[in-house]
């Protein structure tokens, strides 16, 4: 079955700091995906950042990146230059491609951006 | 604004009651899915339809029924309702079926059963 692991449930960092979310996964699928999203105070999920299995590069959007290790099952989202607007509860996700598509994630970890 | 729509963003009802919250998938999405998020079980898939079609399960209970109109818009029904079933609803939506699209969450419905 697969699973998602977030081991810290909460991080600070200093604004205008790079912070990095630790996510590792398990599955015995080759073919899969990995999400981050953001969810603030408002309760919205913000889709962040996606990673396909196949692909031989780390994703990147804007000043997200994912530090996508497959050998150590581990997909970590980098946030660059963090803002004040980043303090949230971040989920890490994963699908199997090619069977259900339910989204499966972890239990999230709270990440607050200090002035 | 993710371009997901859900009704009612609040909903307080009483045990036993029934209730249905609505979701507008984005413009040209054909898939929906349905999430449950309480504090004890976190984030948990409740189903996804695809074009009409109901896809997927997952920890549906069965006081919990779900469809999709033609129109694609979707609806959650909650029946016999018990204090374990507050928690915030969402629903998402793709453009495909695959494992490879991205699925952009609703504001959610928080349900709050007294």
């Known amino acids: 079955a697969q699973k998602i692991t977030q081991t810290q449930p909460g991080m600070f960092v200093q604004e205008k700091e790079a912070v990095t979310l630790d996510c590792t996964y398990d599955?015995?699928?080759?073919?899969?995906?990995l999400f981050w999203y953001k969810q603030p105070s408002s309760g919205e999920m913000i889709f962040l950042i996606y990673?396909?299995?196949?692909?031989?590069q780390n994703a990147t959007e804007g000043r997200y990146s994912l530090n996508f290790q497959k050998a150590r099952k581990s997909a970590n989202l980098v946030i660059s230059a963090s803002q004040l607007g980043d303090s949230a509860m971040y989920f890490c996700?994963?699908?199997?491609?090619?069977?259900?598509?339910?989204?499966?994630f972890g239990k999230g970890m709270k990440l607050t951006v200090n002035p | 604004d993710s371009g997901v729509t859900q009704t009612p963003k609040h909903l307080i009802t009483a045990t036993g009651q029934r209730v249905t919250l609505r979701c507008s998938p984005r413009?040209?999405?054909?898939?929906v899915y349905w999430y449950q998020q309480s504090l004890d079980q976190g984030l948990q898939f409740l189903i996804q339809y695809y074009n009409g079609e109901e896809r997927a399960k997952g920890n549906i209970l069965e006081r919990f029924s779900a469809q999709q109109f033609p129109d694609l818009h979707s609806e959650l029904n909650l029946s016999s309702l018990e204090l374990g079933d507050s928690a915030l609803y969402f629903c998402?939506?793709?453009?495909?079926?695959?494992?490879?699209?991205?699925?952009?969450f609703g504001p959610g419905t928080r349900l709050t059963v007294t």
């Open positions: 599955t015995s699928d080759q073919s899969y995906g």
């Open positions: 413009s040209g999405d054909l898939s």
């Open positions: 998402a939506s793709s453009v495909g079926a695959g494992g490879e699209y991205e699925q952009y």
């Open positions: 990673q396909g299995s196949y692909d031989e």
């Open positions: 996700a994963m699908r199997l491609q090619g069977g259900s598509e339910k989204l499966v």
